[in-house]
């Protein structure tokens, strides 16, 4: 009997200067037990499961619903699960295309034809730093989150929106 194996897609993002202008600003605040994502991206979607052997027929999935290019519009910060209890601290992203409905339409084509989802997909948007202690992490709010958030403000009044051309599709199997 084959297993199931993970797959993850996203869209590959470059602009590696804007992240190091927010990295250089914020790393003083972040505190310790929240880690920063190197690999900048639009994720479509963290957690498929499709039997071994068969990610070119899930890659077909995809690219069915998903354009190999897209254009995104980073506007703003914003926290997940809260504002006041950020596990996440990612950047807002709009596309030039109707993302949660393609997100709802492939999770659906992938259970459909033999494949299912591992948790359900999040609006679009860019990881910049994510919480160490996941288990634990709800209960613990850093201690600077007032100051943290300022910090963001300053970053967006200073350099968003800005706009992403030409992102790159990318299936790949889960780490």
Same mark, same amino acid.
């Given at each position: +009997?084959?297993? #199931?194996?993970?797959?993850?897609? %996203? ?22 037990? /929240? !880690? ?5 991206? $639009? ?19 995809? %690219?069915? =619903?998903?354009? !190999?290019?897209?254009?995104? *519009?980073?506007?703003?910060? /914003? ?7 950020? +596990? ?11 993302? !949660?409905?393609?997100? *709802? ?23 910049? =730093?994510?919480?160490?202690? #996941? ?12 100051? $943290? ?6 970053? *967006?009044? #200073? ?17």
């Amino acid at each position: +009997m084959s297993r #199931k194996v993970q797959y993850w897609t %996203y869209y590959d993002l470059n602009f590696h200067s804007l992240t190091k202008q927010i990295w250089s600003v914020l790393d003083e605040e972040i505190p310790g037990h /929240y !880690q920063k994502e190197l690999n900048l991206h $639009i994720t479509i979607h963290p957690r498929f499961q499709f039997l071994e052997g068969e990610k070119e027929r899930f890659k077909h999935y995809v %690219y069915e =619903y998903f354009p !190999q290019n897209i254009n995104a *519009r980073i506007t703003d910060f /914003y926290y997940h699960p809260t504002n006041h209890q950020p +596990m996440v601290i990612c950047l807002a992203v709009d596309t030039d295309i109707n993302f !949660q409905q393609r997100q *709802r339409e492939l999770c659906n084509a992938i259970e459909r034809n033999g494949g299912s989802t591992v948790v359900n997909p999040a609006p679009p948007h860019v990881t910049l =730093y994510k919480s160490k202690d #996941k288990g634990k992490g709800f209960r613990r709010i850093p201690p600077n989150v007032n100051q $943290i958030k300022t910090r963001c403000d300053k970053i *967006r009044a #200073k350099n968003l929106p800005i706009t992403v051309t030409d992102a790159k599709l990318v299936v790949e199997k889960a780490k």
